[in-house]
């Protein structure tokens, strides 16, 4: 690509700074505006996040909370997180809006859609564990509690360990975006990810183990989700490669018919 970026403007570093903390500032304000809004239906949340495990507590049993604080901290810090991700659009239009002026148009068409899929599959992986996984999670740990044990899980461990799946499931859901990224820039070509394929699904399989419980379904629910996104993610980037290349070839096209075009009469 030749020429500047569309949009581009000189600009001193002075302004760019302002305009980045503008934008910061956008992006906290909004994620205060969603957790004042959320702040009064806190328990509410927190009873909603809890429902896949207390679906399978034992009868009579009940999750607990063994801080003097919990019972008020822990639904807040709930809100507070659940705010950030409601924020995440918000967040990413603000990036958008700083990042685009510098990009020629080309790139704009790339990187919008990314930006859109990037939401969608950060929320689709949090819904997928939330609706699929928590289910046969939590079933299989109540299924295995030693008889004479009470399974009564307290309110702040349980949130910090859903927490970390909701985020672990959307980041492994970007798999595509990633993807689809290291081969429009040519870090890596398509041959050599088909090439790779092999050590992909094993660690697709290494990271269930990781952050799944140890049994081969709720394994096979992080893994096999992982592998079919990589395989999306290679789809797209083969597509756009080869509309690049068909691109250039057709410039280079151009170029030949130029070349080999008679000069004017005048000059013969």
């Known amino acids: 690509m030749t020429g500047q970026p569309d949009g581009d403007q000189d600009m001193p570093l002075v302004a760019h700074l302002t305009e980045l903390r503008t934008r910061l500032l956008r992006c906290v304000i ?3 505006l969603i957790f004042a809004a959320l702040v009064p239906f806190a328990q509410e949340i927190y009873t909603l996040v809890s429902a896949p495990l207390r679906a399978y507590l034992p009868e009579g049993a009940t999750m607990i909370a063994t801080g003097v604080a919990s019972p008020f901290l822990t639904p807040f810090k709930l809100t507070a997180w659940v705010a950030l991700f409601l924020g995440v659009p918000v967040i990413l239009h603000q990036v958008w809006g700083f990042i685009a002026p510098g990009l020629y148009q080309q790139e704009k068409r790339i990187a919008l859609p990314l930006l859109a899929s990037s939401i969608v599959l950060f929320y689709s992986g949090m ?6 996984v928590f289910p046969l999670m939590f079933h299989f740990f109540a299924s295995v509690t030693p008889e004479g044990v009470a399974m009564m899980t307290d309110i702040n461990e349980y949130l ?3 927490l970390t799946l909701f985020f672990a499931f959307g980041v492994a859901f970007e798999i ?13 070509d398509v041959a050599t990810l088909k090439k790779s394929r092999p050590y992909v699904i094993v660690g697709c399989f290494v990271v269930g183990m990781v952050l799944t ?3 081969i379904f709720s394994q096979t629910l992080l ?5 079919l996104l990589f ?5 797209f980037g ?10 250039a070839g057709d410039g280079n096209a151009v170029a030949t018919r130029k070349h080999d075009d008679p000069p004017p009469a005048s000059q013969a």
Request: net charge negative; no cysteine; proline share 8%.
């Open 213 to 215: 419980p140890p049994d």
């Open 30 to 32: 909004a994620v205060l």
């Open 238 to 247: 083969a597509m756009v490669r080869r509309d690049a290349t068909e691109d």
């Open 223 to 227: 893994a096999v989700p992982m592998w």
């Open 176 to 188: 595509p975006v990633a993807t689809f990224l290291i081969i429009w820039i040519g870090l890596v």
């Open 231 to 235: 395989e999306v993610g290679i789809l």
């Open 160 to 162: 910090d360990f859903v």
């Open 127 to 132: 819904a997928f564990v939330y609706f699929l």
